[in-house]
T-cell receptor
Framework: ETGVTQTPRHLVMGMTNKKSLKCEQHLGHNAMYWYKQSAKKPLELMFVYSLEERVENNSVPSRFSPECPNSSHLFLHLHTLQPEDSALYLC?????????????FGQGTRLTVV | DQQVKQNSPSLSVQEGRISILNCDYTNSMFDYFLWYKKYPAEGPTFLISISSIKDKNEDGRFTVFLNKSAKHLSLHIVPSQPGDSAVYFCAASANYGGSQGNLIFGKGTKLSVKP
């Protein structure tokens, strides 16, 4: 149990669907992150939240929309995705932005866009 | 262009022998390096780290070596065990004006330890 929980673990969605990925941490961390892992590519940072404020958006298309309602929860809303968006989406948290080195990762959501 | 490179996508080692996983980086601003381990269907878990002020850090069977002049680090696992079979990610970050930057990950190396 890593303390960071992601749901669902697997998701198949059509290109016209709207879905949301959920991440929850009970570690008391103040920073949360969304990463994308595509096949044969490095982990890519998508979004960073610190104390519920978005501090980074790494040129992510607007069809991905993050939401951080409180320091324990992070969502990634998905809308009109493309097949190339199929990937493993990982959530992570750390005590603070400057302690991201030892971030805890969730198990990921395996997303398939058909 | 990739700033953190793991040029070997896979490595196979016999149980009890040493596993050496390599990582190269291009950004001279990187000053903190980490290794994460990932099992299938699980998120990466932190394994070991090293600061640029050191050239070696050891934790049990795991040792990370840093060669700053060569911009190279390696993870040694000895003795290797079948439970070490996983994907190992190298990651690096830089300190910009007192604020640590984001982690930049390599593509990972899949280690298989054979009994």
């Amino acid at each position: 149990e890593t303390g960071v929980t992601q749901t669902p673990r697997h998701l198949v969605m059509g290109m016209t669907n709207k879905k949301s990925l959920k991440c929850e941490q009970h570690l008391g961390h103040n920073a949360m992150y969304w990463y994308k892992q595509s096949a044969k590519k490095p982990l890519e940072l998508m979004f960073v939240y610190s104390l519920e404020e978005r501090v980074e958006n790494n040129s992510v298309p607007s069809r991905f929309s993050p939401e951080c309602p409180n320091s324990s929860h992070l969502f990634l809303h998905l809308h009109t995705l493309q097949p190339e968006d199929s990937a493993l989406y990982l959530c992570a948290s750390s005590q603070a932005l400057d302690s991201l080195q030892e971030a805890f990762f969730g198990q990921g959501t395996r997303l398939t866009v058909v | 262009d990739q700033q953190v490179k793991q040029n070997s996508p896979s490595l196979s080692v016999q149980e009890g022998r040493i596993s050496i996983l390599n990582c190269d980086y291009t950004n001279s601003m990187f000053d903190y390096f980490l290794w994460y381990k990932k099992y299938p269907a699980e998120g990466p878990t932190f394994l070991i780290s090293i600061s640029s002020i050191k050239d070696k850090n050891e934790d049990g069977r795991f040792t990370v070596f840093l060669n700053k002049s060569a911009k190279h680090l390696s993870l040694h696992i000895v003795p290797s065990q079948p439970g070490d079979s996983a994907v190992y990610f190298c990651a690096a970050s830089a300190n910009y004006g007192g604020s640590q930057g984001n982690l930049i990950f390599g593509k990972g190396t899949k280690l298989s330890v054979k009994p």
